[in-house]
T-cell receptor, first 110, second 113 residues
Framework: GEDVEQSLFLSVREGDSSVINCTYTDSSSTYLYWYKQEPGAGLQLLTYIFSNMDMKQDQRLTVLLNKKDKHLSLRIADTQTGDSAIYFC??????????FGSGTRLQVQP | NAGVTQTPKFQVLKTGQSMTLQCAQD?????MYWYRQDPGMGLRLIYYSASEGTTDKGEVPNGYNVSRLNKREFSLRLESAAPSQTSVYFCASNRQGGYNEQFFGPGTRLTVL
């Protein structure tokens, strides 16, 4: 079955790096995604990684994928107050719909 | 491009009332989805439509019906609302091919008293 788990809360200081972790159970996942949700808004795709990749970097964002352990992480370098939001990990398997984790609330302190 | 739009933004219902949540996308996407989001939980799939004229149940379909009116529009209906349906509802549509990004609407916050 499909199950995606994340820690619920992370607090960092402005300028530090943030690392948000996610574990998933479905080894047939094709794509894994990170979405950002700001208060009162819908979800916005931040980045994604294909299952045959180990790492992907996109400006301040680095995604690491460990397929053996079914572990995905999102690193945000030089975290800013504007990065405060809920971050969702999601996987896509054979179905077109996504399975989401419960979200990690990132709080950035000035 | 407006992307994915949803109406209404907020709604309060009494137990037993019915209502329809509307969703439309202008990106010519084939697939559309309805999710609900509850505190401390991720988004859970209610129903989806892979293409015009088809709908399928997701993880939590009980108490809901959907209609894929045309390629643009996908509505969600609550026939007899219950307090357990208090939630934020998101509609999404999917780009075919590539990395299959899903685009989300702004959400409808529904309270059932």
């Amino acid at each position: 079955g499909e199950d995606v788990e994340q820690s619920l809360f992370l607090s960092v200081r402005e300028g530090d790096s943030s690392v948000i972790n996610c574990t998933y159970t479905d080894s047939s996942s094709t794509y894994l995604y990170w979405y950002k949700q700001e208060p009162g808004a819908g979800l916005q795709l931040l980045t994604y990684i294909f299952s045959n990749m180990d790492m992907k970097q996109d400006q301040r964002l680095t995604v690491l994928l460990n397929k053996k352990d079914k572990h995905l992480s999102l690193r945000i370098a030089d975290t800013q107050t504007g990065d405060s939001a809920i971050y969702f990990c999601a996987e896509r398997t054979g179905r077109r719909a996504l399975t989401f984790g419960s979200g990690t609330r990132l709080q950035v302190q000035p | 491009n407006a992307g994915v739009t949803q109406t209404p933004k907020f709604q309060v219902l009494k137990t037993g009332q019915s209502m329809t949540l509307q969703c439309a996308q202008d990106m010519n996407h084939n697939s559309m989805y309805w999710y609900r989001q509850d505190p401390g939980m991720g988004l859970r799939l209610i129903y989806y439509s892979a293409s015009e004229g088809t709908t399928d149940k997701g993880e939590v379909p009980n108490g809901y019906n959907v209609s894929r009116l045309n390629k643009r529009e996908f509505s969600l209906r609550l026939e007899s609302a219950a307090p357990s349906q208090t939630s934020v509802y998101f509609c999404a549509s999917n780009r075919q091919g590539g990395y299959n990004e899903q685009f989300f609407g702004p959400g409808t916050r529904l309270t059932v008293l």
